[in-house]
C-alpha cells in the first residue's frame, strides 16, 4: 500500500479557513475526526472534498504514512466516524439533559441552550483554560495546557489543535482522550462526550505559577508556584452551575470573574512587598 501523498498530493493542511467554514466543517464532520471521531483535530483540505475535513494527529501521520488507503480516505470523507455511532455517545446532545463535568472527584453540571453557549470549567486570572461550547446542538471543547513554568504546550481551539510539541501522541479511544509527551508520559486525560466530561489528569497553571493541577482524583490549586490546597470532597449534584476558578486579588485586584464557580481559590492581601 502506497502513502495517500504518492496517490493524493493534495491533501494538506487547510490554511485561513474562515469561523464560517470551520464551523460546516465540525458539523459536515460531526464534530470529530473522521477516522475517530475524536473531538482534537486539525482541518485539512482534499480535492475530494468541498469543505475542510477534521482529522486527528495520529490519523493525519498514518495518512502521511503507508497505513490507510486513498479509498479509506474518501470513505470516511462520505461518512465521518461520528456519523456511524448506534448506540454511542457522539458529541450531539438533548437540551433537556444536563452535562455533568468532574474534575477529578468534584462534579459540577452544565446546562446549554439548543441555540448555543459556554461553560468555563476551568478558569485562571482572566484565561480560560478549559471550556465547553455548545453550537446548536453539538458540543466542542477548548483548553490550554501548560508545563510546570506555566508555559502553554498544548493549545486547542473549539477542537482544533492549534498548538502542540512535536512527537507527542493523541489517542482517542471509548470517549477517552490520552496526550502523551516525547517520552510516552501521560499528560492530559479526559472522558469527552456529549453527556459527561471527566478530567482526571492535566495542568492548567498560567505563567505565574496559578492555577490547577488535576491528578486522578485530586484538583490541586496553585498560587505562586506552591501548592494552596487539595479540593477532595465531591459536590452535591444540582448545587452549582459554575467550575472551577482561582482569583489571584493580589495580582489582579482589578479583575471581575464572570459567572459562578464552584470552587474559588483566591491568593489572601498581605503586605504589598509580597506581589510578585
Same mark, same amino acid.
Not at 455533568?100 to 462534579?107: E, F, K, R
Not at 486570572?125 to 506555566?150: A, I, V
Not at 490546597?229 to 448545587?239: A, D, K, L, Q, T
Given at each position: ?13 487547510? =490554511?485561513? +479557513?474562515? %469561523? ?6 465540525? @458539523? !459536515? ?5 473522521? /477516522? ?17 475535513v477534521l482529522i486527528c494527529a495520529l490519523h493525519a501521520k498514518q495518512l502521511h504514512g503507508t497505513f490507510l488507503s486513498? =479509498?479509506? +480516505?474518501? %470513505? ?6 461520528? @456519523? !456511524? ?5 457522539? /458529541? ?36 480560560? +483554560? ?59 486525560t479526559a472522558q469527552l462526550c456529549n453527556d459527561r466530561v471527566l478530567l482526571t489528569k492535566g495542568q492548567f497553571i ?71
Amino acid at each position: 500500500m502506497q502513502p495517500v501523498e504518492a496517490h493524493n498530493p493534495d491533501i494538506s493542511l487547510a =490554511s485561513e +479557513l474562515t %469561523e464560517q467554514q470551520k464551523l460546516q466543517a465540525r @458539523q !459536515q464532520c460531526f464534530y470529530g475526526c473522521v /477516522f475517530c471521531g475524536s473531538p482534537v483535530f486539525r482541518y485539512y483540505q482534499s480535492p475530494k472534498s468541498p469543505s475542510a475535513v477534521l482529522i486527528c494527529a495520529l490519523h493525519a501521520k498514518q495518512l502521511h504514512g503507508t497505513f490507510l488507503s486513498p =479509498s479509506t +480516505l474518501l %470513505e470516511r470523507i462520505s461518512q465521518p466516524f461520528n @456519523q !456511524q455511532r448506534v448506540n454511542k455517545p457522539g /458529541f450531539s446532545f438533548d437540551p433537556e439533559r444536563r452535562v455533568q463535568v468532574s474534575v477529578g472527584m468534584n462534579t459540577v453540571y452544565a446546562d446549554f441552550l439548543q441555540s448555543g453557549g459556554e461553560q468555563y470549567c476551568i478558569w485562571v486570572n482572566g484565561q480560560e +483554560l478549559f471550556t465547553l461550547h455548545s453550537e446548536s446542538g453539538w458540543l466542542c471543547f477548548s483548553f490550554m495546557l501548560s508545563d510546570n513554568t506555566g508555559e502553554t504546550v498544548i493549545r486547542v481551539d473549539k477542537g482544533e489543535l492549534q498548538l502542540s510539541p512535536e512527537h507527542w501522541e493523541y489517542s482517542y479511544e471509548v470517549n477517552t482522550l490520552k496526550i502523551r509527551d516525547q517520552q510516552r508520559k501521560l499528560q492530559f486525560t479526559a472522558q469527552l462526550c456529549n453527556d459527561r466530561v471527566l478530567l482526571t489528569k492535566g495542568q492548567f497553571i498560567d505563567n505565574f505559577g496559578d492555577g490547577f493541577v488535576v491528578e486522578g482524583n485530586r484538583v490541586i490549586a496553585m498560587l505562586d508556584g506552591q501548592k494552596g490546597g487539595h479540593y477532595m470532597h465531591r459536590i452535591e449534584p444540582g448545587r452549582y452551575k459554575g467550575g472551577w476558578a482561582l482569583f489571584n486579588k493580589i495580582r489582579h485586584p482589578d479583575l471581575v470573574m464572570p459567572g459562578n464557580f464552584a470552587f474559588v481559590c483566591a491568593a489572601k492581601r498581605k503586605s504589598s512587598g509580597t506581589e510578585r
